[in-house]
């Protein structure tokens, strides 16, 4: 049993009976132990983990051995695999891909906050990252919580959010430059992708809402231009990363990370330069935000 804050700072109390949760941050993050996600688990498992997974919105496993096939048929307890935009997967299993940043390699893919492909129309619902190779020292990666940048905003800037859309690029300049040499070495044409959502949305299984905006990839509120929008985002993009909000994450080997891009966004800190890092990733297909 662990017990937690919520919203209103009262208890509450869950009692789990297949794993072991250990939440590492106020603000959001638990570590799961008592479970080896490389073998089939039956339901209750399963309920378990995702229940982990809506109120801690990123968790955690350690020490885990997995193959590509082994993490692709963990993240499919949870949801559907779904191809990640514009990157090739691995060959022997290509709804997993490969996210790696070299010895030589000065800029680290996707180094700047933001929730995972907001430019699709659906974008995704979750995340899995599995560290098969690490630094010796640094690469930890962030997270903020989205429940409670909304929550602390001002009623009156609530109100104002009511009704706006924001609208998300692929190729922003604090993103591109993360993405646009490896889409090239790959021999990947780089495309243009947008989409508009809802500047606040709610999420479809807790019914709490979230900022839904993201230095990386929103671009302007729809209807606005970019100048006139510039000024409300930049109070958006500074709020929602609030040390506050956030937790950090430093991996070992075998880690594996599971976020809700729906609720939380996430970080990864370049600091490890001279060093590999390797990483494989399953994204999960998500609704129409609303």
């Given at each position: 049993?662990?017990?937690?804050?919520?919203?209103?700072?009262?208890?509450?109390?869950?009692?789990?009976?297949?794993?072991?949760?250990?939440?590492?941050?106020?603000?959001?993050?638990?570590?799961?132990?008592?479970?080896?996600i490389s073998q089939p688990l039956?339901?209750?498992?399963?309920?378990?983990?995702?229940?982990?997974?809506?109120?801690?919105?990123?968790i955690f496993f350690r020490d885990?051995?997995?193959?590509?096939?082994?993490?692709?048929?963990?993240?499919?307890?949870?949801?559907?695999?779904?191809?990640?935009?514009?990157?090739?997967?691995?060959?022997?299993?290509?709804?997993?891909?490969?996210?790696?940043?070299?010895?030589?390699?000065?800029?680290?893919?996707?180094?700047?906050?933001?929730?995972?492909?907001?430019?699709?129309?659906?974008?995704p619902m979750a995340s899995l990252?599995?560290?098969?190779?690490?630094?010796?020292?640094?690469?930890?990666?962030?997270?903020?919580?989205?429940?409670?940048?909304?929550?602390?905003?001002?009623?009156?800037?609530?109100?104002?959010?009511?009704?706006?859309?924001?609208?998300?690029?692929?190729?922003?300049?604090?993103?591109?430059?993360?993405?646009?040499?490896?889409?090239?070495?790959?021999?990947?044409?780089?495309?243009?992708?947008?989409?508009?959502?809802?500047?606040?949305?709610?999420?479809?299984?807790?019914?709490?809402?979230?900022?839904?905006?993201?230095?990386?990839?929103?671009?302007?509120?729809?209807?606005?231009?970019?100048?006139?929008?510039?000024?409300?985002?930049?109070?958006?993009?500074?709020?929602?990363?609030?040390?506050?909000?956030?937790?950090?994450?430093?991996?070992?080997?075998?880690?594996?990370?599971?976020?809700?891009?729906?609720?939380?966004?996430?970080?990864?800190?370049?600091?490890?330069?001279?060093?590999?890092?390797?990483?494989?990733?399953?994204?999960?297909?998500?609704?129409?935000?609303?």
């Amino acid at each position: 049993m662990y017990k937690r804050l919520n919203k209103n700072n009262t208890a509450v109390h869950h009692n789990y009976n297949h794993i072991n949760v250990h939440p590492i941050d106020g603000a959001l993050g638990a570590e799961i132990e008592g479970v080896d996600i490389s073998q089939p688990l039956d339901g209750e498992v399963i309920s378990e983990i995702r229940k982990a997974f809506l109120d801690h919105l990123v968790i955690f496993f350690r020490d885990q051995n997995l193959t590509p096939q082994q993490q692709l048929a963990f993240a499919e307890n949870f949801g559907q695999a779904m191809k990640y935009p514009q990157l090739k997967g691995l060959p022997e299993c290509p709804l997993v891909t490969a996210v790696i940043k070299l010895e030589h390699e000065r800029v680290n893919f996707g180094g700047v906050w933001h929730s995972d492909t907001t430019y699709l129309e659906h974008p995704p619902m979750a995340s899995l990252l599995y560290a098969v190779e690490v630094p010796p020292k640094g690469g930890d990666t962030l997270f903020a919580n989205q429940y409670l940048a909304y929550e602390t905003l001002s009623e009156d800037l609530k109100t104002q959010l009511t009704g706006l859309v924001g609208v998300s690029n692929s190729t922003k300049p604090e993103v591109a430059k993360t993405r646009e040499d490896r889409l090239r070495d790959d021999g990947v044409e780089v495309k243009v992708l947008h989409a508009t959502h809802p500047v606040a949305r709610t999420h479809p299984e807790t019914g709490r809402k979230s900022l839904y905006v993201n230095n990386a990839h929103t671009t302007q509120i729809e209807g606005w231009t970019e100048e006139e929008s510039r000024s409300l985002l930049i109070q958006l993009f500074e709020h929602q990363v609030k040390p506050e909000f956030t937790s950090r994450f430093s991996w070992g080997q075998g880690s594996l990370a599971f976020w809700d891009n729906r609720c939380a966004q996430h970080n990864p800190v370049n600091d490890y330069h001279g060093f590999r890092r390797i990483m494989h990733r399953v994204t999960l297909a998500g609704d129409k935000p609303c």
